[in-house]
Nanobody, 123 residues
């Protein structure tokens, strides 16, 4: 069984910060790539950032580059998404996903998905 559990979402004012966590277990913990996606009402699912689980460089979508940082703690089977200088347009449900590769920001590469966690940026 593959399980991905997200945490750390919530409400924040514009300019604020949040850190999302994704803990992988079972088959999901052995996948080669982990990524964060987001989806807001009326829009498609958008890849935000991805990271290989055993070495290699991460990649961030241009809309979040310089504000968001994806990182991993392999010992804890956990991937983080540090989100700074949040904007109202960052509001969405954020999903953690794991796949066997190639690593990228296309949802078709990922087999295991978390339930999603809501992030709301509003004044």
């Amino acid at each position: 069984q593959a399980l991905l559990m997200e945490s750390g979402g919530g409400s924040v004012q514009p300019g604020g910060s949040l850190r999302l966590s994704c803990v992988a277990s079972g088959r999901a913990s052995r996948r080669a790539c982990v990524a964060w996606f987001r989806q807001s009402p009326g829009k498609g699912r958008e890849g935000v950032a991805e990271i290989p689980t055993e070495g290699g460089t991460s990649y961030h979508h241009h809309s979040v580059k310089g504000r968001f940082t994806i990182s991993r703690d392999s010992a804890k089977n956990t991937v983080y998404l540090e989100m700074n200088r949040l904007k109202p347009e960052d509001s969405a449900t954020y999903y953690c996903a794991a796949g066997d590769g190639p690593c990228g920001l296309s949802a078709v590469f990922y087999k295991d998905w978390g339930q999603g966690i809501l992030v709301t940026v509003s004044s």
